[in-house]
T-cell receptor, first 114, second 118 residues
């Protein structure tokens, strides 16, 4: 089975712009979670989607949003970019998001905000 | 509240020696515990997990971890380290009961950088 894929792998944006990141889960996985990884804050949970519904959300401002499509692919959007949004954004998929399930991660999208 | 502590930011070990990467946790109820590894410019790669049963869990690449409920620990171990094991290791926890606030969410430690010297 193909793993989790994320596009693009690298992005450079300027402050105030907006960005959309894409994640394709492992075939058959319906839960997609997003995390932000920075050296200062570590791995922080953004949100989780299942069957096109956001079921869980971390402590991030409303500038961070996401959605999931009927084929389980997910996108996250960050509007009005700030320098502090520079990070590695990781997507993970699992069958249904249950607590005993393993989450499988993609390679990430590295976002640099100038 | 769920949390994970990895008390060592860095662990250095010589190739061929045993390695241990420490993890302690705090969780509501019983825990599900996970270890992931991250190589430079890569995503997280799953190593192993503890759900229930035998306290010693075996995973990928010769790694194993021991669940100790009384000490709330889940240390990662390998009997003989390789230079290629050098990477960033993350411990993560989830409570055993599914709730809206925990769905699809792993609670991660800050990570431990493992360096194996030849």
């Amino acid at each position: 089975k193909a793993g989790v894929t994320q596009t693009p792998r690298y992005l450079i944006k300027t402050r105030g712009q907006q960005v959309t990141l894409s994640c394709s889960p492992i075939s058959g996985h319906r839960s997609v979670s997003w995390y932000q990884q920075t050296p200062g804050q570590g791995l922080q949970f953004l949100f989780e989607y299942f069957s096109e519904t956001q079921r869980n959300k971390g402590n991030f401002p409303g500038r961070f949003s996401g959605r999931q499509f009927s084929n389980s692919r997910s996108e996250m959007n960050v509007s009005t970019l700030e320098l502090g949004d520079s990070a590695l954004y990781l997507c993970a998929s699992s069958l249904a998001g249950g607590n005993r399930e393993t989450q499988y991660f993609g390679p990430g999208t590295r976002l640099l905000v100038l | 509240a769920q949390s994970v502590a990895q008390p060592e930011d860095q662990v250095n070990v010589a190739e061929g020696n045993p390695l241990t990467v420490k993890c302690t946790y705090s969780v509501s109820g019983n825990p599900y515990l996970f270890w992931y590894v991250q190589y430079p410019n890569r995503g997280l790669q799953f190593l192993l997990k503890y759900i229930t049963g035998d306290n010693l869990v075996k995973g990928s690449y010769g790694f194993e971890a021991e669940f100790n409920k009384s000490q709330t620990s889940f240390h990662l171990k390998k009997p003989s380290a390789l230079v290629s094991d050098s990477a960033l290791y993350f411990c993560a926890v989830r409570p055993s009961a599914d709730r809206g606030s925990t769905l699809g969410r792993l609670y991660f430690g800050r990570g431990t950088q493992l360096t194996v010297w030849p």
